[in-house]
């Protein structure tokens, strides 16, 4: 960052930080002030408060060295919690690494509407297919003392990254995690109160005109849902049936727009009578859940 023009005389936090706004700002960030305290707090080992706190504190140089280093990667697009290898998600910490899917916060409305669904269920038993981090599985097992959790993912890594993120949260005895493909570990049977799912929705043709920080660093194999982001919708609407209870609920987070194509999914694929639609807090429709009753 010093081989940059009008960079501070002096590296104080505050200094730093406007200085690394507009920088990432003129890189077409569009979070850059955000971003900036997040990397500068990740490499001093501190909150966000304690930047606040000691605005006029100078940084040192093996810190500037360190922080210089995360801004280049920030950069060049790559995404914040690859850098600092964790994310929050329902307010517990992750751990992140490549090749797994970073949890986003519209993915919570999908946590929402299972919790809501197994809200009156002593001991519920939910399958999550596609885990990934074990965003979902974790923070429904951290609110749901109760609930059994079963975790698929495909990849091993993210196998491992949800197993480890289960243990750090403290309900690694709530949550099973397997490598395997969709339901192809899984026993059929009605055993699940729900089954839930972030699967791929991103039409194929519209995976190049993601943001890069998306289509340069996420797993492809997590985002491309086929020629209409449809593909494994189908597949879990097809099967659901054959895993779960009487009064089971499918549970799945959607892509803008998608909603009408899922309902007609749900109701004439997996014979659902009856399908909700849940909206994020931007107001769009995220989630959609099918139930026979």
């Given at each position: 960052m010093e081989q940059q023009s009008k960079t501070p005389a002096q590296w104080t936090i505050a200094a730093v930080l406007n200085w690394t706004t507009q920088y990432l700002s003129s890189r077409g960030i569009t979070t850059p002030r955000l971003d900036a305290e997040i990397l500068l707090a990740h490499c001093?080992?501190?909150?966000?408060?304690?930047?606040?706190?000691?605005?006029?504190?100078?940084?040192?140089?093996?810190e500037r060295s360190q922080y210089r280093d995360a801004v280049r990667r920030r950069a060049l697009r790559e995404p914040v919690a690859l850098i600092t290898g964790k994310k929050e998600f329902w307010?517990?910490?992750?751990?992140?690494?490549?090749?797994?899917?970073?949890?986003?916060?519209?993915?919570?409305?999908?946590?929402?509407?299972?919790?809501?669904?197994?809200?009156?269920?002593?001991?519920?038993?939910?399958?999550?297919?596609?885990?990934?981090?074990?965003?979902?599985?974790?923070?429904?097992?951290?609110?749901?003392?109760?609930?059994?959790?079963?975790?698929t993912d495909i990849n091993p890594?993210?196998?491992?990254?949800?197993?480890?993120?289960?243990?750090?949260?403290?309900?690694?005895?709530?949550?099973?995690?397997?490598?395997?493909d969709l339901f192809d570990s899984v026993r059929p049977g009605p055993c699940f109160d729900v089954i839930c799912s972030n699967p791929p929705y991103v039409p194929s043709d519209v995976i190049p005109t993601l943001a890069p920080e998306i289509r340069n660093f996420e797993p492809l194999r997590s985002l491309d849902g086929g020629s209409d982001g449809l593909d494994t919708i189908r597949k879990l609407a097809a099967h659901a049936r054959d895993y779960l209870k009487g009064s089971g609920a499918l549970i799945l987070e959607i892509g803008e727009g998608?909603?009408?194509?899922?309902?007609?999914?749900?109701?004439?694929?997996?014979?659902?009578?009856?399908?909700?639609?849940?909206?994020?807090?931007?107001?769009?429709?995220?989630v959609v859940k099918g139930k026979t009753k």
């Open positions: 001093l080992n501190v909150d966000r408060l304690y930047l606040y706190l000691n605005l006029d504190r100078p940084l040192l140089p093996h307010s517990i910490s992750l751990r992140i690494v490549p090749g797994v899917l970073i949890p986003r916060p519209e993915t919570e409305t999908l946590v929402e509407a299972v919790l809501q669904e197994i809200r009156e269920n002593a001991s519920p038993r939910v399958l999550e297919i596609g885990t990934g981090s074990g965003a979902v599985a974790v923070a429904v097992a951290k609110e749901n003392s109760g609930a059994q959790v079963l975790a890594v993210a196998v491992e990254t949800a197993r480890w993120n289960a243990k750090e949260a403290g309900v690694e005895a709530s949550v099973q995690f397997v490598a395997t998608q909603e009408a194509a899922v309902e007609t999914i749900l109701r004439s694929v997996a014979g659902f009578s009856q399908v909700r639609i849940f909206r994020d807090l931007s107001g769009k429709a995220r």
